[in-house]
């Protein structure tokens, strides 16, 4: 079994990237969603949602009751959270697709 900090953080942290949202959470004053994102490198495109909590610096992921997230995108706009902590995500391009969505 590896001991490796690196090895061991790249579990629990995302991964990274560029082009992401990163909004308020609803939960509690110290956390904030990350959605999405861009990985140059071999061109991944993100659609995971992580809770970071600013005063622990832990990162936690979200695992959505459905598997109804959108598809993995950068340069997009994410507001909320909303009225039963409802997050929007509008818009946004995958290589050369551009999205118009909400």
Not at 37 to 54: C, H, I, P, R
Not at 69 to 86: D, H
Request: charged residues 20%.
């Amino acid at each position: 079994m590896e001991n490796s900090k690196c090895s061991l953080a790249e579990k629990y942290i995302p991964k990274c990237r560029s082009s992401q949202a990163f909004v308020k959470s609803s939960k509690n004053s110290d956390s904030f969603i990350l959605f999405g994102g861009y990985q140059q490198a071999g061109e991944v495109y993100f659609n995971d949602l992580w809770e970071f909590n600013s005063k622990s610096l832990v990162f936690q992921e979200i695992v959505p009751r459905t598997n109804d997230l959108p598809n993995g995108r950068r340069l997009f706009g994410m507001a909320g959270p909303f009225f039963q902590n409802l997050y929007f995500i509008f818009g946004g391009m995958r290589a050369n697709q551009i999205y118009d969505d909400l």
